[in-house]
């Protein structure tokens, strides 16, 4: 019997086919997760202080419109002081999530000076992020309890503005233009010295419209102002009524500003901006002058400024005021300048001024021959002796003044030709001096041998015995007084005069001088010709 072969086993190298599948699936699965983790977001952490109007897997994390971010979960903190909102942010904010990245939370804000988050109403509260610059990573942070202000890295042309006075604007509040909306206003700042500096951009392409020019004020909304016979309304667009803002004007010459060094003056209103360049002036009055705030400086009738500022002397009966004078007229404002206040009168002699009744009181100024000044009294009537540049200025020497006083008419045959510019006691106090100011038209009409004679009232002539005469020269002279004169025929009649030249003031006329009737020509004496008539008059 044949002996039995033994079987050999040979064992197989390699992995068996049945662990292919268990090495897939653990690829897989790992892929899978490497996947997730790649894809997930970045959970942080957001301290607030309130939660109102958020929802846990609802509320969402905004960019610039488009949302970054989701709210997972909250946690009180221990001391209930603070609560913690867990947020997955998207995986391609992992960068941007620095030390300096700012959250806040967008909530509706409707009050008088500002209207935000309107949106809100619709979609519900969300928070908004600000990405830092910070090369730290974070995962905490606190939630800022407003929006902060725009970033300087925003395009456009950043400035600091800075007022004395309060103002009553709010970051996101417009910046105009000739009511055209330029910019915004970024943030207010209080500072030490009780001043507020008020940062603005302006938008890109409305940047040529600023210059080193261009002053800033306060949009006010509506300023109605009411000076009869005048009668202003400036109303400014319905956003900065609501919301307040800023306007600027810009005056040519200016050039572009590139680098801002120092911060540039906010005015309160649109008139103060326009006094930006005009003069301080310092003026000091008693307190029955009855000026005030807004009262105006006139020269030759023409408004040069006004009062800004009052304020009344421990002794409660001197006050002094700041004003301001336009820049083109500092020639003006010289030692021995005049300058006085000008109310409604009556009296006796008329009634003068009566526009003061509606516009108040103002202040004429003639101005003088000295150093320049800043300072002035302010005195309660006009000068005695003030002449006007054009025409001609006569003095009238009288015994007695009688009813006539300032600008009191001067006629020829009964037609005006001129007026009175003053009064006053002669050095030795014998007598009155008049001063008057015919104009330019009529000069020619004035001689050697003019006479003068005062018109005021009734002239009453004769007697018992002899033939009685009632004459005046108009009815406007006998109400008021007035000056009339009359210059002899042909060669009786003498040569022209110069300013400054005496006459006597008669108090009634001979009646021949109301016959002289001499062929002079009309119109206004050249200069050639009145310097000729002054050296005829120095040779004598």
């Known amino acids: 019997m044949e002996a039995m072969e033994t079987p050999v086993v040979k064992v197989k190298k390699g992995i068996s086919p049945i662990w292919i599948l268990p090495i897939v699936a653990i690829l897989i699965g790992s892929w899978l997760i490497y996947k997730d983790i790649q894809e997930s977001g970045v959970m942080i952490t957001v301290q607030i202080k309130d939660a109102s109007g958020l929802t846990a897997g609802k509320t969402q994390v905004m960019f610039k419109g488009l949302p970054v971010g989701i709210l997972k979960s909250f946690q009180i903190s221990p001391d209930l002081l603070s609560i913690a909102a867990e947020i997955e942010m998207v995986k391609q904010s992992r960068a941007k999530l620095t030390t300096d990245t700012k959250f806040w939370v967008v909530r509706p804000e409707l009050s008088v000076n500002r209207i935000t988050g309107l949106d809100t109403l619709v979609k519900g509260s969300y928070f908004e992020v600000q990405p830092g610059t910070s090369s730290e990573h974070a995962l905490s942070f606190i939630a800022l309890d407003e929006a902060p202000p725009l970033s300087t890295r925003v395009p456009g042309l950043h400035l600091t503005l800075k007022a004395k006075h309060s103002v009553a604007l709010s970051p996101g509040s417009p910046v105009y233009f000739k009511k055209v909306e330029v910019g915004e206003i ?58 307040g803002g800023i306007s600027f004007i810009t005056p040519d010459g200016g050039v572009e500003i590139k680098t801002q060094l120092t911060p540039i003056p906010l005015y309160q209103s649109y008139e103060a901006a326009q006094q930006a360049d005009d003069i301080e002036i310092q003026l000091t009055f008693s307190v029955e002058h009855g000026l005030e705030l807004g009262s105006e400086i006139r020269y030759n009738g023409i408004k040069i400024g006004s009062i ?81 540049d054009t025409g001609l200025n006569l003095v009238l020497e009288t015994d007695r003044l009688g009813s006539l006083g300032y600008n009191k008419p001067v006629y020829y045959r009964q037609v005006q030709v001129g007026h009175t510019t003053g009064y006053e006691l002669s050095a030795t106090g014998q007598n009155v001096l008049v001063y008057l100011n015919i104009h330019d038209p009529f000069t020619n009409l004035i001689r050697e041998n003019t006479k003068f004679w005062n018109t005021s009232g009734l002239h009453i002539k004769g007697g018992v015995m002899t033939e009685m005469k009632i004459s005046t020269e108009s009815l406007a002279s006998l109400i008021g007084g007035g000056i009339s004169f009359s210059t002899p025929d042909n060669e009786d009649m003498g040569n022209r005069v110069s300013n400054g030249q005496h006459f006597t003031l008669h108090n009634d006329p001979d009646d021949k001088w109301l016959n002289w009737s001499p062929a002079l020509e009309l119109g206004e004496i050249t200069s050639h010709l009145l310097q000729e008539q002054e050296k005829e008059v120095k040779k004598k």
């Open 186 to 243: 970024v943030s207010n700042t209080l500072l030490d010295d009780r001043s507020i500096e008020t940062n603005i951009l302006i938008y890109p392409k409305y940047m040529r419209h600023v210059s080193s020019n261009s002053l800033f004020f306060v949009s006010d909304g509506i300023h109605f102002e009411a000076n009869l016979p005048k009668v202003s309304l400036r109303i400014d667009p319905i956003k900065s009524i609501i919301r």
């Open 308 to 388: 800004n500022e009052l304020t009344i002397a421990e002794d409660m009966k001197t006050v002094h005021a700041k004003a301001f004078i336009q820049k083109s007229l500092d020639h003006l404002l010289r030692t021995g300048s005049y300058i006085w206040s000008v109310n409604a009168k009556f009296n006796a002699g008329g009634i003068a001024n009566l526009e003061t009744l509606v516009r108040g009181p103002y202040l004429n100024l003639i101005s003088g021959q000295g150093k320049h000044t800043t300072e002035f009294l302010i005195h309660d009537t006009r000068p005695p002796n003030m002449t006007v």
